[in-house]
């Protein structure tokens, strides 16, 4: 009996584990596609299609549709690299704080 209540406390643990592990990834795609998506807008959408109405405004004597062409899809990436970097690390922390409140629950801890 008590191999049995052992047998099934591990695949409950694999089953939430497997649980954990999918929300943790799906949550990872969905932040780099969101971001991938602000990156797209920066990059195409004002350097490309928004130019015309951008070129408007002048910024160091440059129009900034010719800025964001340039520059700004550059300084955009940099920028969302560390957003990146921000959110994963929180994330990660958070992910690796349940799996060991998941392991001392289950009686696997040290």
């Known amino acids: 009996?008590?191999?049995s209540s052992s047998e099934n406390s591990?695949?409950?643990?694999?089953?939430?584990y497997q649980s954990n592990l999918k929300k943790?990834?799906?949550?990872?795609?969905?932040i780099m596609l969101t971001l991938l998506a602000i990156w797209g807008l920066a990059g195409l959408g004002c350097g490309i299609v928004f130019a015309d109405t951008l070129n408007e405004i002048k910024i160091g004597g440059f129009?900034?549709?010719?800025?964001?062409?340039?520059q700004g899809s550059i300084v955009v990436f940099v920028l969302?690299?560390?957003v990146f970097c921000l959110i994963m690390n929180k994330r990660d922390?958070?992910?690796?704080?349940?799996?060991?409140?998941?392991?001392?629950?289950?009686?696997?801890g040290i």
């Open 1 to 3: 009996m008590s191999e």
């Open 10 to 16: 591990g695949s409950r643990r694999s089953e939430s």
């Open 24 to 30: 943790y990834w799906l949550g990872n795609v969905r």
């Open 63 to 70: 129009p900034l549709g010719f800025w964001f062409a340039q």
């Open 80 to 82: 969302l690299i560390l």
């Open 93 to 108: 922390e958070t992910h690796h704080e349940t799996l060991k409140d998941e392991n001392n629950q289950s009686g696997g």
